[in-house]
């Protein structure tokens, strides 16, 4: 058991454990001994002068060099290097749980993954097969649950079944596009099905979500299935000392930090956890006012008094008549009905989805057999709760059991219980301990022949591991390292390297080389900077050279250092590249380019103003002109609360989870959005605004009393699907915009959308009313009678159904000027100060303009633009019209970010470069970037309005002299 408790007291001496490469080999016996520094190039080594990637041609072509590309992928592939060192050693996990996830059949798994899978120490380096079908397929779940979430996080952002269901048609596609892309960069493959498929399949109610693996590249999931690996090993290894209080280090009695497995901690864990689990067995009904409660008891009793001797019958009748719509006419429900049971336990809690008031209300008010004889407000809903019986999970007990009085197959089924989940909950935070003790005992069975990293791997797991000699590396030209006698060479680290990072080194090299143009215009980087640099350059290598670097003895070699400090192994190129080029290449990326449209007196040179970028953002900003509104609404939903949670449920949901009373809901929905349009606009009530009669009707729906409208009906005849009417009046925080319309979810803001396109516009509608968008057809119109509405025409979200009023639509400000109008008193040149004049007596930038009419009434002129960018990207205030201003603002603050966005600019840098590798992999990574670029400025919509920017149909090119 000595590599078992080792590790703990490497636990324990974690902060002594780190001790620097230059401490270890003076205080080493050998550090005599000549240390390895020599690269294994393998089949590469006569590659290195050539070139493998290259941009334009003669004079003017860019090259990078084979030698400066392989240095790369090994300065930025250890993490791939360590991930394969830890498939290697976690390749039996690996494997059972690759096996166990594709298997149809538990029983039929193989004897080794059998006993891979079994937790329990049964002998000293020998497991038990695993034979537990229940327990299996527990295993299985788990993993398949694990990946599964792991991959919804990676591409939908979220692990949660709720959070996809909510998700339209088109996010997806957006979410899995984005995902797709990127991991294209990286060399990954996905099959057309990826794309294809709506949605991964989801259980709501179980919170599972399943994802086809066969559309997604294998190394993928094997990435994932390593990383769980790596906890099941650990979790095997932690469970072999969690139940000893101290162990022996070098005949050293230590104490044990895992010490999990003892009666104190299993009584504890019992009374805090498990001992009040069980299925509550209670009726709960609440209604939406006290009106509702005690109507609904008259007419299930007779009275509004339960009967203390018939408590059971008096709860099911109540229950029955207020969720009638739940039952048909004659149906019989006891006790057992599945609504009045909730299951809480360690996996799920059935009560979690009600209001915390009335779980405490069920779990400690209440006792077996305890109810409300009357209804009681909690959270604004008045309640009827009947605690009738509960079974705690106890195997088969009936009743709760204190720890102590467990029988000994009880106590024996919850410490095994206790057992897993603690080690499965501290697995994660054990893993490095559990890897270091692996490596250790590999002993001479693992060598890296890499010194860059070996280095990086010694520095990490100096305590496991031993630099290896110059003579160890000799016949290892080609090998990368080797363990258990089976050899990972260089062959097979490039081909890795070369698909995950390839496209993102050779794109990154080639914008430095490109930068390098800049180096000495002092725009982008001054001598000063230069200067500097070198200076921080020589202070970090003679600390190098004098061996005072804590990391890197200086027994590494120069270029093994320089390497993996700046990513180049000379100082030449450091200086070149890692400070000069890359401080360039970020300032030519962000640099606000308006400067060359600027004549030498500092008059505009109109002719490349008209048909230049800021052309481009005139014409693309004004073409957002139609997409400007502004709306004024108020509006009432109708929403049902079916689970009881306090929240308005989603209709879909319901309707998907209830398919045979569906048509009867919808319909229902619809009879009461009439009856409310017609008691809203019935003449009796003109003397009073739309959304005063919406708030009445509220209270009279409340109270159940009788339409005005149609005295012949009374509210509470709508309320079969018991119904919950909101009004809000949206109009009191002020006009919506398309900018403000997106805090809506988005069936709400797309509804807003469609009436924006279909109102008249400028249009001042008296004292409000209805306006129908039917969703199905694109039309919209002012109701003019309840016939009009419909499922199609009512606009339906996550929360219910609105019925919307509109008081105004308007569009914004005209762009039209007159002559008393001209802030700027008609000044005779079109003239910027575009940079600080130490001459200039104000010495800040000013703005003149000729011009600030407009032709036409909806459209920006070029005069107007130039100086709102100029002022904007210079950060001073804008001496526009305000109006100006604020509708300048709109139209095209987006343009001009995006325009100068790193995103864009890379891309058409990217595009410009036109970078041609000799590799076929990375010429499609680099197809696969340009095309990521492209969806980030856009993104990720196919139905954006700058789509143009990315098509060609624009030119968005830098001037020459920029």
Same mark, same amino acid.
């Given at each position: 058991?000595k590599?078992?408790?080792k590790?703990l007291?490497?636990?324990?001496?974690?902060?002594?454990?780190?001790l620097?490469?230059?401490?270890?080999?003076?205080?080493?016996?050998?550090?005599n001994?000549e240390r390895?520094?020599?690269?294994p190039?393998?089949?590469?080594a006569?590659?290195l002068?050539?070139?493998?990637?290259?941009?334009?041609?003669?004079?003017n072509q860019?090259?990078?060099?084979?030698?400066?590309?392989y240095?790369?992928?090994?300065k930025?592939?250890y993490?791939?290097?360590?991930?394969?060192?830890e498939?290697e050693?976690?390749?039996?996990?690996f494997?059972a749980i690759?096996?166990?996830?594709?298997?149809?059949?538990?029983?039929?798994?193989?004897?080794?993954?059998?006993?891979?899978?079994n937790?329990?120490?049964?002998?000293?380096?020998?497991?038990?097969?695993?034979?537990?079908?229940e327990?299996?397929n527990?295993?299985?779940?788990?993993?398949l649950?694990?990946?599964?979430?792991?991959?919804s996080?990676?591409?939908?952002?979220?692990s949660?079944?709720?959070?996809l269901?909510?998700?339209?048609?088109?996010?997806?596609t957006?979410f899995?596009?984005?995902?797709?892309?990127?991991?294209?960069?990286?060399?990954?493959?996905?099959t057309?099905?990826?794309m294809?498929?709506?949605n991964?399949?989801?259980?709501?109610e179980?919170?599972?979500i399943?994802?086809?693996?066969?559309?997604?590249?294998t190394?993928?999931?094997n990435?994932l299935?390593?990383?769980?690996?790596k906890?099941?090993?650990a979790?095997?290894?932690?469970y072999?000392?969690?139940?000893?209080?101290?162990?022996?280090?070098?005949?050293?009695?230590e104490?044990?930090?895992?010490?999990?497995?003892n009666?104190e901690?299993?009584e504890?864990t019992?009374?805090?956890?498990?001992?009040?689990?069980?299925?509550?067995?209670a009726?709960?009904?609440?209604f939406?006012?006290?009106?509702?409660?005690?109507?609904?008891m008259?007419?299930a009793?007779?009275?509004?008094?339960i009967?203390s001797?018939?408590v059971?019958?008096?709860?099911?009748?109540?229950?029955?008549?207020?969720?009638?719509?739940?039952?048909?006419?004659?149906?019989?429900?006891?006790?057992?009905?599945d609504?009045?049971?909730?299951?809480v336990?360690?996996?799920?809690?059935?009560?979690?989805?009600?209001?915390?008031?009335?779980?405490t209300?069920?779990?400690?008010?209440?006792?077996?057999g305890?109810?409300?004889?009357?209804?009681?407000?909690?959270?604004?809903?008045?309640?009827?709760?009947y605690?009738?019986?509960?079974?705690?999970?106890?195997?088969?007990?009936t009743?709760?059991?204190?720890?102590?009085d467990?029988?000994?197959?009880?106590?024996?089924?919850?410490?095994?219980?206790m057992?897993?989940?603690?080690i499965?909950?501290?697995?994660r935070?054990?893993?490095?301990?559990?890897?270091?003790d692996a490596?250790?005992?590999?002993?001479?069975?693992?060598?890296?022949?890499?010194p860059?990293?070996?280095?990086r791997?010694e520095y990490?797991?100096?305590?496991?591991?031993?630099?290896?000699?110059k003579?160890d590396?000799?016949?290892?030209?080609?090998?990368i390292y080797?363990?258990?006698?089976?050899n990972f060479?260089?062959?097979?680290?490039?081909?890795?390297?070369?698909?995950?990072?390839?496209?993102?080194?050779i794109?990154?090299?080639?914008?430095?080389?490109?930068?390098t143009?800049?180096?000495?215009?002092?725009d982008?980087i001054t001598?000063?900077?230069?200067e500097?640099?070198?200076?921080n350059?020589?202070?970090?290598f003679?600390?190098?050279?004098?061996?005072?670097?804590?990391?890197?003895?200086?027994?590494?070699?120069?270029?093994?250092?320089?390497?993996?400090s700046?990513g180049y192994?000379?100082?030449? !190129?450091?200086?070149?590249? &890692?400070?000069?080029a890359? %401080? +360039?290449?970020?300032?030519?990326l /962000?640099? *606000?380019?308006?400067? $060359?449209?600027?004549?030498?007196?500092q008059?505009?040179?109109?002719?490349a103003?008209?048909?230049?970028?800021?052309?481009?953002?005139?014409?693309?900003?004004?073409?957002?002109?139609d997409?400007?509104?502004?709306?004024?609404?108020d509006?009432?939903?109708?929403?049902?609360?079916?689970?009881?949670?306090?929240s308005?449920?989603?209709?879909?949901?319901?309707?998907?989870?209830?398919?045979?009373?569906?048509?009867?809901f919808e319909?229902?929905?619809v009879?009461l959005?009439?009856a409310?349009?017609?008691?809203?606009?019935?003449?009796?009530?003109?003397?009073?605004?739309?959304?005063e009669n919406?708030s009445?009707?509220?209270?009279?729906?409340?109270?159940g009393?009788?339409?005005k409208?149609n005295?012949?009906?009374?509210? !509470?005849?709508?309320k079969? &699907?018991?119904?919950?009417? %909101? +009004?809000?009046?949206?109009?009191? /925080?002020? *006009?919506?915009?398309? $900018?403000?319309?997106?805090?809506f979810?988005?069936?709400?803001?797309?509804?807003?959308?469609?009436?924006?396109?279909t109102?008249e516009?400028?249009?001042?509608?008296?004292?409000?009313?209805?306006?129908?968008?039917?969703?199905a057809?694109?039309?919209g119109?002012?109701?003019?009678?309840s016939?009009?509405?419909?499922t199609?025409t009512l606009?339906?979200?996550?929360y219910g159904?609105?019925l919307?009023?509109?008081?105004?639509?308007?569009?914004?400000?005209?762009?039209?000027?007159?002559?008393s109008?001209?802030p700027?008193?008609?000044?005779?040149?079109?003239?910027?100060?575009?940079e600080e004049?130490?001459?200039d007596?104000a010495?800040?930038?000013?703005?003149?303009?000729?011009?600030?009419?407009?032709?036409?009434?909806?459209e920006?002129?070029?005069?107007q633009?130039?100086?709102?960018?100029?002022?904007?990207?210079?950060?001073?205030?804008?001496s526009l019209? $305000?109006?100006?201003?604020?509708?300048?603002?709109?139209?095209?603050?987006?343009?001009?970010?995006t325009?100068?966005?790193?995103?864009?600019?890379?891309?058409?840098?990217?595009?410009n470069?036109?970078v041609?590798?000799?590799?076929?992999?990375?010429?499609?990574?680099?197809?696969?970037?340009?095309?990521?670029?492209?969806?980030?400025?856009?993104q990720?919509?196919?139905?954006t309005e700058?789509?143009?920017?990315?098509?060609?149909?624009?030119?968005?090119?830098?001037?020459?002299?920029?």
């Amino acid at each position: 058991m000595k590599k078992f408790t080792k590790k703990l007291f490497l636990a324990a001496l974690s902060s002594a454990m780190l001790l620097s490469l230059a401490s270890c080999n003076k205080d080493d016996s050998s550090q005599n001994v000549e240390r390895n520094t020599n690269i294994p190039y393998g089949p590469y080594a006569e590659l290195l002068d050539s070139t493998i990637a290259t941009s334009g041609s003669g004079d003017n072509q860019l090259t990078i060099s084979f030698n400066t590309y392989y240095n790369s992928l090994r300065k930025n592939g250890y993490d791939l290097i360590l991930s394969t060192i830890e498939k290697e050693i976690y390749s039996a996990e690996f494997n059972a749980i690759n096996e166990l996830i594709n298997c149809t059949d538990v029983s039929t798994l193989s004897s080794e993954t059998k006993k891979t899978l079994n937790y329990k120490d049964n002998a000293e380096d020998e497991y038990k097969e695993l034979n537990d079908i229940e327990k299996l397929n527990e295993y299985k779940l788990e993993f398949l649950d694990s990946i599964n979430n792991s991959l919804s996080t990676a591409i939908f952002s979220s692990s949660d079944a709720e959070n996809l269901d909510t998700l339209t048609d088109d996010e997806r596609t957006d979410f899995k596009k984005q995902y797709m892309i990127s991991k294209t960069v990286e060399g990954y493959t996905f099959t057309n099905d990826f794309m294809n498929q709506n949605n991964p399949s989801y259980n709501v109610e179980e919170g599972t979500i399943r994802i086809d693996f066969s559309t997604i590249d294998t190394d993928i999931i094997n990435e994932l299935i390593l990383t769980y690996a790596k906890d099941l090993y650990a979790r095997k290894q932690l469970y072999i000392i969690a139940d000893q209080e101290y162990i022996t280090v070098d005949d050293v009695q230590e104490e044990n930090d895992y010490y999990f497995f003892n009666d104190e901690e299993y009584e504890d864990t019992y009374t805090n956890t498990y001992q009040t689990f069980g299925n509550y067995n209670a009726i709960i009904i609440q209604f939406n006012n006290y009106k509702e409660a005690v109507d609904t008891m008259q007419k299930a009793l007779g009275s509004t008094n339960i009967d203390s001797s018939n408590v059971l019958n008096d709860y099911l009748a109540i229950y029955k008549e207020y969720y009638k719509y739940k039952f048909e006419t004659n149906e019989t429900i006891t006790a057992d009905y599945d609504d009045f049971n909730y299951i809480v336990n360690e996996d799920e809690d059935e009560l979690y989805e009600l209001p915390t008031s009335i779980q405490t209300l069920v779990l400690d008010t209440l006792e077996d057999g305890d109810y409300l004889i009357e209804p009681r407000n909690i959270d604004n809903k008045y309640v009827l709760a009947y605690r009738i019986q509960t079974t705690y999970d106890v195997n088969s007990s009936t009743e709760k059991t204190l720890y102590s009085d467990l029988t000994e197959d009880q106590k024996e089924y919850y410490i095994e219980l206790m057992k897993n989940n603690v080690i499965k909950g501290n697995a994660r935070s054990y893993s490095t301990i559990a890897f270091k003790d692996a490596i250790s005992e590999l002993g001479d069975n693992f060598k890296i022949y890499d010194p860059l990293f070996e280095y990086r791997f010694e520095y990490t797991y100096s305590n496991e591991y031993e630099l290896i000699s110059k003579k160890d590396f000799n016949g290892n030209e080609n090998n990368i390292y080797s363990i258990n006698g089976k050899n990972f060479t260089v062959d097979q680290f490039y081909e890795l390297a070369n698909k995950r990072l390839g496209t993102n080194i050779i794109l990154t090299q080639m914008q430095y080389e490109f930068a390098t143009q800049f180096i000495e215009n002092e725009d982008y980087i001054t001598s000063e900077t230069i200067e500097d640099n070198e200076e921080n350059f020589n202070t970090v290598f003679n600390k190098f050279k004098n061996d005072e670097n804590s990391t890197y003895p200086v027994e590494v070699g120069e270029k093994l250092f320089l390497l993996n400090s700046f990513g180049y192994d000379n100082k030449e !190129d450091i200086l070149k590249y &890692y400070y000069s080029a890359k %401080t +360039a290449l970020s300032v030519y990326l /962000s640099k *606000n380019v308006f400067t $060359e449209w600027v004549n030498e007196d500092q008059s505009v040179d109109l002719e490349a103003l008209s048909n230049g970028i800021l052309g481009n953002i005139l014409k693309t900003g004004n073409e957002k002109y139609d997409s400007l509104f502004e709306l004024n609404v108020d509006h009432i939903l109708i929403n049902i609360d079916a689970d009881g949670d306090g929240s308005p449920d989603d209709p879909d949901e319901f309707i998907k989870n209830n398919p045979t009373i569906a048509e009867d809901f919808e319909n229902e929905v619809v009879a009461l959005a009439k009856a409310i349009y017609e008691e809203a606009t019935f003449e009796a009530y003109n003397q009073n605004t739309l959304f005063e009669n919406l708030s009445y009707i509220v209270k009279a729906y409340n109270r159940g009393e009788t339409l005005k409208s149609n005295p012949s009906k009374t509210w !509470d005849e709508y309320k079969k &699907y018991n119904f919950l009417l %909101t +009004a809000e009046q949206l109009a009191s /925080s002020g *006009n919506i915009t398309e $900018e403000s319309v997106s805090n809506f979810v988005t069936p709400f803001a797309d509804y807003l959308k469609g009436i924006n396109k279909t109102a008249e516009a400028n249009t001042k509608y008296e004292d409000g009313k209805f306006f129908l968008y039917n969703t199905a057809t694109e039309e919209g119109a002012l109701a003019t009678s309840s016939s009009e509405i419909s499922t199609d025409t009512l606009c339906k979200t996550v929360y219910g159904y609105h019925l919307i009023v509109l008081n105004e639509n308007k569009e914004p400000e005209t762009l039209e000027f007159t002559a008393s109008d001209d802030p700027l008193n008609n000044s005779v040149d079109i003239k910027i100060l575009i940079e600080e004049d130490e001459d200039d007596e104000a010495n800040n930038i000013i703005a003149i303009i000729d011009n600030v009419y407009n032709e036409e009434k909806y459209e920006a002129n070029i005069n107007q633009l130039f100086v709102y960018y100029v002022q904007l990207k210079k950060g001073i205030d804008s001496s526009l019209d $305000e109006d100006i201003e604020t509708l300048m603002s709109s139209l095209f603050d987006d343009v001009i970010n995006t325009y100068c966005s790193s995103n864009f600019q890379t891309l058409l840098l990217l595009n410009n470069l036109n970078v041609t590798s000799t590799d076929e992999n990375i010429n499609q990574g680099i197809s696969a970037k340009i095309e990521y670029y492209k969806n980030m400025v856009t993104q990720f919509d196919d139905k954006t309005e700058y789509n143009s920017w990315v098509d060609g149909s624009l030119n968005w090119t830098r001037p020459d002299n920029v």
